[in-house]
């Protein structure tokens, strides 16, 4: 079974700081990887996933993420906080069979200051 | 090229009364997922199915809850007798393959079911 954690729910910074948003997975197979973001009152849009390829991995919005599998990790971070990154984070891992099914962490609420 | 389509977007029932949400996947998609969003509480998985099948249900309370995607037609997640409980965004997601070949899912706007 895979699963995903997120640590604390709420992470606020300022416009133009850096954005880390941390995750880490367990999984008994080698995992796919996903970042999802959302903004209110809309469905999930996926900013990046990792499938065993190159471990950094660049998504939309300026967004990258690196796995470490000594760390068990795949944090995202982006250089430079922009006011329309605020929005809902999660963080996914799913297996890479055919009937795979995506777990969800409980997601980070980002917040940036002007 | 449209996306993932649910409906309704909104809605209210009465506790004891039936829900019924739909899903249109994407144009070429012939696999679904539905997940429930609660506050707090991320995105939890219910069911995967494929045309006509089932394939994984392990998220589903064992009553009251049902989910279908026949030959023609969108996929229905139905849920009897509803209870305060059920009250939670419900959100569909599709794919052409499984997830494991393809590696995305792409996700409707959801239903937000609110039980009085």
């Known amino acids: 079974a895979q699963s995903v954690t997120q640590l604390g729910s709420h992470v606020s910074v300022s416009e133009g700081a850096l954005v880390l948003l941390r995750c880490n997975y367990s999984?008994?197979?080698?995992?796919?990887l996903f970042w999802y973001v959302q903004y209110p009152n809309q469905g999930l849009q996926l900013l990046l996933k990792?499938?065993?390829?190159?471990?950094l991995v660049k998504g939309i919005n300026g967004f990258e993420a690196e796995f470490k599998k000594s760390e068990t990790s795949f944090h995202l971070t982006k250089p430079s906080a922009h006011m329309s990154d605020a929005a809902e984070y999660f963080c996914?891992?799913?297996?890479?069979?055919?009937?795979?099914?995506?777990?969800f962490g409980k997601g980070i609420t980002l917040s940036v200051r002007p | 090229n449209a996306g993932v389509m649910q409906n309704p977007r909104h809605l209210v029932r009465r506790r004891g009364q039936e829900a019924r949400l739909r899903c249109s996947p994407m144009?070429?998609?012939?696999?679904v997922y539905w997940y429930r969003q609660l506050p707090e509480e991320g995105l939890k998985f219910m069911v995967y199915?494929?045309?006509?099948?089932?394939?994984?249900e392990s998220g589903m309370p064992k009553e009251r809850f049902s989910a279908e995607f026949p030959k023609e037609g969108p996929s229905i997640l139905r849920i009897q007798q509803v209870v305060r409980g059920d009250s939670a965004a419900y959100f569909c997601?599709?794919?052409?393959?499984?997830?494991?070949?393809?590696?995305?899912?792409?996700f409707g706007e959801g239903s937000r079911l609110t039980v009085l």
């Open positions: 997601a599709s794919s052409p393959g499984g997830l494991g070949n393809t590696g995305e899912l792409f």
């Open positions: 999984s008994s197979v080698p995992p796919y």
């Open positions: 990792y499938t065993s390829a190159a471990t």
């Open positions: 996914a891992v799913s297996g890479t069979g055919a009937n795979s099914k995506l777990t």
């Open positions: 144009k070429g998609h012939s696999h």
């Open positions: 199915l494929q045309k006509e099948n089932i394939i994984d």
